[in-house]
Structures are given as structure tokens and as C-alpha cells.
């Protein structure tokens, strides 16, 4: 998929994951320009081991990585053909699982940094500027970025591994360094102040293309099984004849061929939706219906959410509250994005103003 | 004096009349079960319950009759491959063509006046059956031949297969098989039995009769230790060419002339290597290599086996008919390309000019005996049958372009032809045609053009009757590879007497005996035969409808994605509200 210099998925992956752990060192950053706002010396330090954890949960990650992919690859190239229909159908599947899973996961990004200031607080407690000049707070704020940049770094390889099978190894490097630069640049933005619109479009925009590969990838998944079977029953020497199952195909097209030479509009085409000039009842059908799951899980969540949201607001409001005409609108902002309830958080407003990292924090009520 | 006059007279009327004899087999088509290879017993087509079916022998002058009963399960035809049947075109033999196929249990005499000489053979032509062994050389001696020898052989060559030629067909014409891959036979033979011996006398000269009766093998022919000339192809005696070795198509025949070495200390192996440029892959169990045995003495052992390259041999320029005949300006050519693709019908046939050979429900010939007027008319014999209507006395040109991957030997029935030119590539036409020979050229009835390659070759339409041309690898045959040249129908209708009998055939068959190829009258070809034709190369219907409901399914799911997506804070406003209001109507009613 995409073309043979750049992998769109692993584009992806690389991208999120390092969106992910940016979004956590500059959560911590901001935390830290919060709690010590005057003494810059040692802010500096505590900075530098947040930066410290980061870069070595990112290098051990990078050495892992490398390591697993080419282990990986050659262990897969000696034991099967990589062209193999079935493997390829197969790790297909798991591409798709996995790429639709990371594109409904970077929906919630906004939810992340909120999550990550969650996190934080219980693992430091009420601070104070003396508290954190402790040895052993130094030191959670190396472990904490190093663990969870170590850990998203193998949530990385993970998906990587399942998806690399139907990529090309010299496709590789490129969409990992063109990720992990949009990943980081995403996160300074998020630093600096995004506006919030624009990211929210930005992901959804984001996701929707990551499922139109996913759903392109159904297709040529069940492609690769079907030619794969074609090509037993037909007793051809490989997959590569260009002869199809007559009996359930569904359009042929003498032109436009994604395997073709010089087609590079079709092979644009295959890239992003799995556009192949041969189509059968299988491709077409699975095509649709991963469409109608995913819409499926898509409103049911939704749903269950608002549901959740609903139960929660009566839930937290009293009874004078409510049979009261006004209804919190932050309240609900809170429920909406699936916000911890603000007495939980830390309060970074010492003054009750919204700090300007672009965010929204659920002011405290009481 | 007188008296020895009168006895010398009556001799020579006696040998007169001998030598123009009527020469009768009988030939009982029967199922026999036989295993000419040694390595596998099946069901094949025998003779009087005999196989291999014996040799036809007959002398030029003589009249052949075949009186056929047909005893096996499936209808059969006989043709004398390599006769010219002048007005005699009924009894040609391919089904369809000049005749209904003889019903199972019925008979069927086939009376040929002989009037050449030379080394032919004899085969089924209905389907596949002369690949489940109905064929036998046909051997047609001149009075006085041109040539001098001492004896003769004949070397029969033919592949062969352990399933039953209409398994073999069912696999080879399948949407499973669609790379056209012909059914590869399982082994070689000669005469169809298991080892043939050969008794050479030192001293002696013979002539070897070679004939390939396969279906598909190409056969490279040498014998260790001897070199030989070739003297006759298909009829045409040829000045002697000598050769050591020389390849063989399927249905081609060739004569040589060898000399028997003058010593007996040693046997020595005839060869007929199959060439596996033929076949689509080489099994490992395959013996391409047939061998038979020179016999000089009984307790000689076998000369070592010499392994030498194969010489180039081209039959156009290398051999030269005694009886010389130049080319004659043409007055009509026709250019056929050959070619294999997947039809519509997801089978891989092959075409003429794009269209594929499927028989009409009338034989051929019976349309044009039954047409009137009309018999001129290509119309009436179906596109599918591919009728090219030749005037009488056309002096007709056809260059083939073999536009495929394989080599194949073409073959015209009714006629020798003159092999004019070669040449590589494909021949467009925008250029004139390079002839390569055209004076005295080789006259045959079988071309074997290379893959990639065009030949042109030259007859006389001067033989009344319809001729069909085709491959002569059964398997292609089947597969469309044929065209019919209806020659002078005019002249047809007056020269040619159809026996009654073989209308009442077809009727016994449940085939309409005359009308033109759908048995209609006139022009109306509904219900004709109609063969596939290309593939689409866009979308169907079905095709387009599916792409919609795909391109929806998307767009619907992006939809849906950025629903979800958005805010969903106005949402959950409207719920609590309705909540809030539905609690309060509540309280208010408690």
C-alpha cells in the first residue's frame, strides 16, 4: 500500500505514537512551567529529566524497533513467501484490525492530554515547589515519561509488525521519519496553543482517510485470498498470471491495472482504496460490510457515551440542582469529552483563569 | 507367333486390370483394451478388435473401399489424411464438414479412387479419437517408383496419453486451465507397440516411411550410425537431401533412403526425440526420447547411443521436388492469423482473424449440395465455420501469421500446396511479401510454422468440394483453430454425387441433414451455432452497480465518522432536558 518509497500506514502509526508521547512530555512541561513558575533554575532541571526519560524511552524504542522489524522480515522471508496469497491476505486482516483500531483511537487525542493531567496528578499528589525539588520526584519525573514513551514506542513496533507484511522494507524508513516529524510537530503545536477546531479537523480529517485505507486493504485482503485459490485450482506456477476466477468476478478491466507498469493514477487508486481493475462478489461485498461495522460501532459508541454522560450529570448534580432551569454548560462540556470531574484535577488555574494551552480545563466548581 | 501375340496381349490386359484393383478392408471400429507403452492398460479405439489398427496398402489406380461398422458408443469418422478425393469430397471424412459422424452401430463404406502415391495415414476425425489410437499408416505405392531400394519400413511416431481423450479435452478446454496448457502424454511410441525392430540386411538399401501420427509431439528423427537422404514429403518425391537428422510434426510424413552398414557386429538405435519446445512442462517421468532398434543380428550388441545437436532444417529450402512446378501468379490471397486468447466464455480458444472454429448444425458440405444459389453466399455457412468461398481455377494465396507463443503444423485438406516463402514476425501486408522460393518449391500438405513466425504458401483452386484448414493439433483443432474453404460451390453441385445414405445418417443422428448451417432455409440463421467471442473490456452492468454501492458505503461511513467525531455536548443538552421535563411532569403528577 502506497506507493514503494512510503508506507501510508506506517506513516500513521509512527505518526500517533509520537503524537501520543509528545502530547505527554508537553503536558509534563506545562505542568512544570505551572507548579514552579519562578525559579527557573530548577525548572530547567526538571525539565531536562523529563527530556531525559523521553529520549530514552524513544532510543531504546528506535533499537527495539529496528531490531524486531529486521528479525522479523528475514525470519518471515525464509519461512514463507512474502508474496504468498494467503499470508498476505491474512496480514491484511490484521493491518485492517489494527489501522481501523488507531484510527478511532486518534479521535480522542483532545481526551489524551486530559488524561495524561489525570495520570500526573495521582502520580504526584498535591505538589509544591519543595516538594518537587525531592530526589525521588526527580526521579518519577524521568520514570514517567521513559515508561510511557518506552511503551507507546512498543505499542508502535506492535502495529508495525502486523502491518509491515504487506509493505515493502524500502517503504519503511521514509514514513517513519516523515511520522515521527509530524508527530513532533503536532505536539509542539499542542505546547504551544493549537487552536482546537482546526486540530479536531485535522484528526477527523486524519481518521477518515486511515479507514478508507483500512477498507481498501479488506478489499485486497480478500483479493489476495481469492487469487490465491485461483491460482491451485488453475495449477499456475504463481499468483502472477493475471487470471481470474470468472465465476465470481464482478468487473475486469482491460486497462487501469494497479500492477501495471506505467498506471500510476490505478496504483494511486490501490494506495488509498484499494482500487484493483479485477473485482469479485468477495471484494465488493467485504468491502461494504467493513464499512457497515465500522458505522456500526461507531453509532453505538456514540450512544453509549451520551448515555454514560446523561447518567453521570444526574448523577453528580443535586436535587435543588435539578430542578434548576440552568444547566451547567461547563458541566456538560465535562461530560461531553468524557472529562474526569474537576474535583480530581489538577487544578492548574491557580487564579480560576483558563491557562493558555489551548485546552479547556473543568474549572472548580465549589 | 500370333498365339504369343494374343497371350502377350492378354497379359498385359491382366496386368492392366491388376493394377487397377478395387482394394477392400473392413473395418470394424471397436473398443480394445491395450497398453502399447508397457507402463499403463487402458480402453483405446482398435480395429476388428485389433491394436494397433494394420496398415493401409493400396497402388495409385486402385480404388480404396473402407467398409466401416461403427461398434463403440460414440458416433466416428474416417479420413484418408493427405488424399485428394478429386470429386470425391463426401468422403473426405471430418465430422461436420463433409459428413454427419456414423452413428454408433451404423456402417459407412468410404470409396476412394486413389490417384497418388506416396506415404499417408489414416484417422479418425470425429473429436479427439484418432488420440485414443484409431490411426494407421496409409501407404499408396507407385507402379514405378521414382526411387530404387531393396525394402521398406514403416516408422510410425505418435505420442501418447493414459486418459481417455475426452477426459483430456474436458481439462484442456476449462475455465481451469486458462493458459491453454495442452494435456502433456505420458509417453512416445512406434507403430503404437511397446519396441520396434527393424531388419537390415548389409548391403541392403531401404526406405523408411516416416509418419507422426501424434497428437501434439514434434519427434526429432536420426538413427545411430547412419546417415540417410530424404526422397518423398507427403507425396512429393523429392531429390535426394542427405541429413542425419530431421524434425517431424505432428500428421507430416517424410521417406528416406538408407543404406544398411556393411558390417553385422553391431544393432543400432533409431531415435524420435520429442521435442519438449512442445509441451507446456516437462514431467520428470516424460521419456522424450523413443527409441526402436536396427536389428543386423540377433546377438549383436547395441552401438553406443550418439548425442550430436540437432541440424537446422528448413523443409522449403532444403528440398526440391523431382517433378518440377513453378509458381503461378495468385489471383486471391488471404492473410489468417493465428492466435490464443480467453473468450468469453472464460475458455482459452484460439482464432483465425479473431474468430473461432464451432461446427454448424449441417455439415458443410450438404449445405452447399442443398443451397442452390445461394451455396455462393458465406452468409448461409455461419460465421463460425469461417468460409472462405474460392472460384474454380483460383490461384489461391494464404500467408499465416502464427501470432502465438507455440509452433503449430497446419494442414489443407484436398490438396498439396506450394511453400512459397517464411518469414519472421508478423506480415502486415504494408510491405510486399518476401517469397523465398518460387520456382519448382516444395509442395506438401502439412506447414509447420514456428511461434512468431509467417508462412505463405500457394494452391489451384481447381478441386471442387469443401477443404477444411486447421492445426493438426487435435487439441487446437478442438479449440477453434480451422477455417473452411468452400471451393467452386458451383461447380460442387453439378461434379459432386452425395449417396442418399449419408442424409439418412444425419437423420439418425437427430441432425438436420440439409439447409444452410442453422438447417433453416435461405438466410434465417436463428439457432445457428454460435461460438464466444471477446471478452468485455469495461464495466458490465453487474460491474458498474457494484463500484456504486461501494463508492456509498464509503461515503455513507465518513459520514458516520465525522458524527462521531464532532461535539456532542448540544446532544446531551436535549437529553437532560427531556429528562429534567419528564421527571418534572412526573413530580407534578405524584
Redesign the interface.
Known amino acids: 500500500m502506497g506507493s514503494d518509497y512510503f508506507s501510508v500506514p506506517i506513516f500513521f502509526i509512527i505518526f500517533r505514537e509520537t503524537t501520543e508521547a509528545a502530547v505527554i512530555v508537553s503536558v509534563l512541561l506545562t505542568f512544570l512551567r505551572q507548579v514552579i513558575p519562578e525559579d527557573h533554575a530548577m525548572r530547567r532541571r526538571l525539565a531536562r529529566q523529563v527530556w531525559g526519560g523521553t529520549a530514552l524511552g524513544l532510543a531504546i524504542s528506535l533499537a527495539i524497533g529496528a531490531a524486531f522489524i529486521v528479525v522479523w522480515n528475514k525470519y518471515a522471508n525464509n519461512l514463507w513467501a512474502t508474496s504468498e496469497g494467503i499470508w498476505v491476505g491474512c496480514f491484511s486482516f490484521v493491518a485492517v484490525i489494527m489501522i481501523t483500531v488507531m484510527g478511532l483511537a486518534m479521535?480522542r487525542t483532545a481526551q489524551i492530554q486530559e488524561k495524561w493531567k489525570v495520570k500526573l496528578s495521582k502520580a504526584m499528589g498535591q505538589e509544591t515547589e519543595r516538594g518537587l525539588g525531592s530526589s525521588s520526584r526527580q526521579y518519577a519525573l524521568f520514570a514517567l515519561p521513559l515508561v510511557t514513551v518506552l511503551r507507546e514506542g512498543l505499542e508502535a513496533i506492535v502495529f508495525i509488525g502486523g502491518v509491515t507484511f504487506t509493505e515493502s522494507a524500502k517503504a519503511i524508513p521514509a514514513a517513519v521519519i516523515v511520522g515521527f516529524l509530524c508527530g513532533l510537530l503536532i505536539g509542539y503545536i499542542l505546547y504551544r496553543g493549537g487552536n482546537r477546531m482546526n486540530l479536531?479537523r485535522f484528526?477527523?480529517a486524519s481518521?477518515?482517510l486511515l479507514?478508507?485505507l483500512a477498507?481498501g486493504l479488506v478489499a485486497k485482503g480478500v483479493a489476495a485470498f481469492e487469487t490465491y485459490a485461483w491460482t491451485k485450482?488453475?495449477?499456475?506456477q504463481s499468483d502472477d498470471?493475471g487470471?481470474y476466477?470468472?465465476?465470481i468476478n464482478?468487473?475486469?478491466?482491460?486497462?487501469c491495472d494497479p500492477n501495471a507498469n506505467n498506471q500510476g493514477f490505478a496504483q494511486l487508486m490501490n494506495a488509498l482504496?484499494g482500487w484493483s481493475n479485477v473485482?469479485s462478489i468477495g471484494t465488493?461485498v467485504c468491502?461494504?460490510v467493513y464499512?457497515?461495522i465500522?458505522?456500526g460501532a461507531?453509532?453505538y459508541?456514540?450512544l453509549k457515551?451520551?448515555r454514560i454522560?446523561?447518567k453521570e450529570?444526574?448523577d453528580k448534580t443535586t436535587e435543588e440542582d435539578?430542578?434548576s432551569e440552568d444547566?451547567k454548560?461547563d458541566d456538560?462540556?465535562e461530560?461531553?469529552?468524557d472529562t474526569p470531574s474537576s474535583t480530581s484535577v489538577i487544578d492548574l488555574s491557580r487564579d480560576g483563569v483558563v491557562v493558555g494551552d489551548g485546552i479547556q480545563v473543568a474549572k472548580a466548581n465549589h | 507367333m500370333l498365339f504369343t501375340t494374343k497371350v502377350l496381349a492378354a497379359f498385359a490386359l491382366t496386368s492392366a486390370v491388376a493394377q487397377a484393383a478395387i482394394v477392400t478392408y473392413n473395418w470394424n471400429i471397436t473398443y480394445v483394451m491395450a497398453n502399447p507403452d508397457g507402463l499403463f492398460e487402458r480402453r483405446v479405439i482398435g480395429v476388428n478388435g485389433v491394436f494397433p489398427p494394420p496398415p493401409i496398402e493400396v497402388t495409385v489406380n486402385d480404388t480404396l473401399v473402407i467398409n466401416v461398422i461403427n461398434q463403440i458408443d460414440q458416433p466416428t469418422s474416417l479420413h484418408c489424411h493427405g488424399l485428394f478425393q478429386t470429386g470425391n469430397n463426401q468422403m473426405d471424412g471430418p465430422s461436420m464438414v463433409t459428413q454427419c459422424p456414423i452413428p454408433p452401430g451404423a456402417n459407412f463404406t468410404y470409396t476412394i479412387p486413389i490417384e497418388q502415391h506416396g506415404t499417408y495415414w489414416i484417422h479418425g476425425h470425429h473429436q479427439g479419437q484418432y488420440v485414443d489410437g484409431l490411426r494407421a499408416p496409409l501407404i499408396i505405392h507407385n507402379i514405378n517408383e521414382t526411387y530404387q531400394y531393396d525394402a521398406e519400413y514403416t516408422i510410425a511416431f505418435a505420442d501418447w496419453y493414459h486418459d481417455q481423450h475426452s477426459v483430456l479435452l474436458d481439462q484442456y478446454l476449462s475455465i481451469f486451465n486458462p493458459s491453454g496448457a495442452e494435456p502433456i502424454p505420458k509417453s512416445g511410441l512406434i507403430n503404437q507397440i511397446p519396441s520396434a525392430t527393424f531388419n537390415f540386411v548389409p548391403g541392403k538399401t531401404y526406405r523408411l516411411r516416416i509418419i507422426n501420427m501424434s497428437a501434439l509431439a514434434m519427434f526429432w528423427f536420426h538413427i545411430d550410425g547412419h546417415e540417410f537422404e530424404i526422397i518423398e514429403v507427403e507425396g512429393t518425391d523429392v531429390e535426394k537431401y542427405s541429413t542425419t537428422a530431421f524434425h517431424i510434426s505432428a500428421a507430416q510424413r517424410y521417406s528416406v533412403l538408407v543404406t544398411a552398414r556393411n558390417d553385422t557386429s553391431y544393432n543400432y538405435v533409431i531415435h524420435g526425440d520429442m521435442d519438449p519446445m512442445m509441451f507446456d512442462s516437462v514431467p520428470d517421468d516424460l521419456v522424450l526420447n523413443v527409441t526402436g532398434t536396427i536389428v543386423y543380428n540377433e546377438a549383436s550388441p547395441l552401438a553406443p547411443i550418439e548425442t550430436s545437436d540437432w541440424p537446422d532444417f528448413d523443409d522449403g529450402s532444403a528440398l526440391v521436388p523431382v517433378v518440377a512446378q513453378d509458381v503461378t501468379p495468385q489471383t486471391v490471397s488471404y492473410t489468417l492469423d493465428a492466435a490464443f486468447s480467453i473468450l468469453n466464455d472464460y475458455i482459452n480458444k484460439a482464432t483465425f482473424n479473431d474468430i473461432t472454429y464451432v461446427m454448424p448444425k449441417v455439415p458443410t458440405l450438404h449445405t452447399v449440395m442443398s443451397m442452390g444459389n445461394l451455396s455462393s453466399n458465406p452468409e448461409v455457412y455461419g460465421k463460425f465455420t469461417h468460409p472462405y468461398i474460392l472460384n474454380y481455377n483460383d490461384e489461391v494465396e494464404i500467408i499465416i501469421n502464427n501470432a502465438d507463443a507455440g509452433n503449430h503444423p497446419f494442414h489443407l485438406h484436398g490438396h498439396v500446396f506450394q511453400v512459397v516463402g517464411r518469414g519472421d514476425g508478423y506480415y502486415d501486408g504494408s510491405t510486399p511479401y518476401t517469397y523465398y522460393n518460387t520456382t519448382n518449391p516444395l509442395r506438401r500438405d502439412m506447414i509447420y510454422v514456428p511461434s512468431l513466425t509467417n508462412a505463405a504458401i500457394r494452391f489451384k483452386a481447381n478441386n471442387p468440394g469443401v477443404w477444411f484448414f486447421h492445426c493438426h493439433i487435435e487439441w487446437h483443432l478442438q479449440a477453434g483453430l480451422a477455417v473452411t474453404f468452400i471451393e467452386a460451390p458451383d461447380v460442387m453441385q453439378k461434379v459432386l454425387t452425395i449417396d442418399p445414405s449419408h442424409y439418412e445418417q444425419c437423420e439418425a443422428l437427430g441432425i438436420p441433414a440439409k439447409g444452410n448451417a442453422a438447417g433453416n432455409e435461405g438466410l434465417d440463421m436463428t439457432g445457428a451455432n454460435v461460438g464466444p467471442t471477446d471478452l468485455p473490456t469495461g464495466f458490465t452492468a453487474k460491474g458498474i452497480v457494484a463500484l456504486v454501492f461501494t463508492i456509498i458505503a464509503a461515503i455513507l461511513g465518513l459520514i458516520v465518522v465525522v458524527w462521531y467525531a464532532g461535539d456532542d455536548t448540544k446532544a446531551i443538552e436535549e437529553q437532560v432536558k427531556k429528562i429534567k421535563a419528564k421527571r418534572a411532569l412526573e413530580g407534578d403528577a405524584q
Open positions: 479521535l479536531h484528526f477527523t481518521t477518515c479507514l478508507l477498507a485450482a488453475t495449477h499456475a498470471s487470471s476466477d470468472p465465476r464482478v468487473w475486469a478491466l482491460a486497462c482504496f473485482a465488493v468491502y461494504i464499512w457497515f465500522v458505522m461507531l453509532i459508541m456514540k457515551r451520551r454522560a446523561v450529570y444526574f435539578m430542578y444547566i454548560g456538560l462540556k461530560e461531553a469529552n
